[in-house]
């Protein structure tokens, strides 16, 4: 089992669309999580770090759920800038970070 | 302000032929880390600087990966007889000390004929 799991996609969403990623952790004791953005052939940039209690930032809300081991990025009011591909990721032990694999998000207008 | 960048770009190499790639960290950071990205997967751990501390090396696929850090700041990523299933991305990423944050590098595209 890959330590951190994400559902590749592609997501194919029209413009203004909300849509919602999910992504399983395998590592109960693991105390960061983030969310980065990859844009083709370029290099993953911070979209955002998901807390305990949830949190929003724009059009970007990230929750956590470490019951379940899982964490989840909404986009509401899709933009045709936001199509990437996003990867969820984990800390490790020290300050390697775990990546998913990344699912895919197309906006169309 | 300069971001982490990498040299070279793209590199093509016969297999069996030893190669060298660079990075250049943020000014002042002192974690570095290496990863490498193969065609539509995500990214693979090879190896973690921090500070003066021992690398962590546990993600490094075989002996032929070695890396460097001189000085604290620079880092070289050394690979020794190329095979084909080493073409990659490599990317190099660093943060300022124990912050959480990775900013990366562009990458070096490596193609092994």
């Known amino acids: 089992r890959k330590e951190v799991e994400q559902d590749p996609g592609p997501f194919n969403v029209p413009e203004g669309a909300t849509v919602a990623f999910n992504c399983t952790y395998s590592?109960?004791?693991?105390?960061?999580f983030f969310w980065y953005r990859q844009d083709c052939r370029k290099e993953p940039k911070l979209l955002m770090s998901?807390?305990?209690s949830g949190n929003e930032d724009g059009r970007f809300t990230a929750q956590l759920n470490r019951a379940s081991q899982y964490i989840s990025l909404l986009i509401r009011d899709s933009k045709l800038s936001d199509s990437a591909t996003y990867l969820c990721?984990?800390?490790?032990?020290?300050?390697?970070?775990?990546f998913g694999a990344g699912t895919i998000l197309r906006v169309k207008s | 302000g300069a971001g982490v960048s990498q040299s070279p770009s793209n590199k093509v190499t016969e297999k069996g032929k030893d190669v060298e790639l660079r990075c250049d960290p943020i000014?002042?950071?002192?974690?570095l880390y290496w990863y490498r990205q193969s065609l539509g997967q995500g990214l693979e751990f090879l190896i973690y600087?921090?500070?003066?501390?021992?690398?962590?090396k546990s993600g490094l696929p075989s002996d032929r990966f070695s890396a460097e850090r001189t000085g604290g700041s620079v880092s070289t990523l050394t690979i020794q007889r190329t095979q084909q299933e080493d073409s990659a991305v490599y990317l190099c990423?660093?943060?300022?000390?124990?912050?959480?944050?990775?900013?990366f590098g562009p990458g070096t595209r490596l193609l092994v004929l």
């Open positions: 990721v984990v800390k490790g032990n020290g300050n390697k970070l775990v």
């Open positions: 600087f921090q500070g003066n501390s021992a690398p962590d």
């Open positions: 998901v807390y305990s």
């Open positions: 990423a660093s943060s300022s000390d124990y912050a959480e944050t990775q900013y």
């Open positions: 000014s002042g950071h002192t974690a």
């Open positions: 590592n109960s004791a693991s105390q960061s």
